[in-house]
Nanobody, 126 residues
Framework: QVQLVESGGGLVQAGGSLRLSCVAS????????MGWFRQAPGKEREFVAA????????AYADSVKGRFTISRDNGKNTMYLQTRSLKAEDTAVYYC???????????????????WGQGTQVTVSS
């Protein structure tokens, strides 16, 4: 059973930055495609970014492209989301996710993911 734990969220002013981390345990981290999602109050969970097993391929939602960077360190079983130029509309609970389908590389559909963290709150004040 894979466990994912996010951290790094908080309250930041618009234009600021945060680095979110997701530490995995109990599985073969380096074999899983990984992703970040977010959910704002009253809205559905939405895709933010995804990364392949090696980290060589990434994908981003249009709303964060150029501002967020996803990365991973397989030696530390950790994935990151560096956020920059944060906007009020980035306010949400951010979740990391792992997919057991190791034949895939980039996964953007939340229903495809098998494991989820508990989430970390990001609040951007305008």
């Amino acid at each position: 059973q894979v466990q994912l734990v996010e951290s790094g969220g908080g309250l930041v002013q618009a234009g600021g930055s945060l680095r979110l981390s997701c530490v995995a345990s109990g599985g073969r981290f380096s074999t899983y495609p990984m992703g970040w999602f977010r959910q704002a109050p009253g809205k559905e969970r939405e895709f933010v970014a995804a990364i392949s097993q090696s980290g060589g391929s990434t994908a981003y939602a249009d709303s964060v492209k150029g501002r967020f960077t996803i990365s991973r360190d397989n030696g530390k079983n950790t994935m990151y989301l560096q956020t920059r130029s944060l906007k009020a509309e980035d306010t949400a609970v951010y979740y990391c996710a792992a997919d057991r389908a190791t034949f895939l590389t980039i996964v953007t559909n939340p229903h495809q993911y098998d494991y989820w963290g508990q989430g970390t709150q990001v609040t951007v004040s305008s």
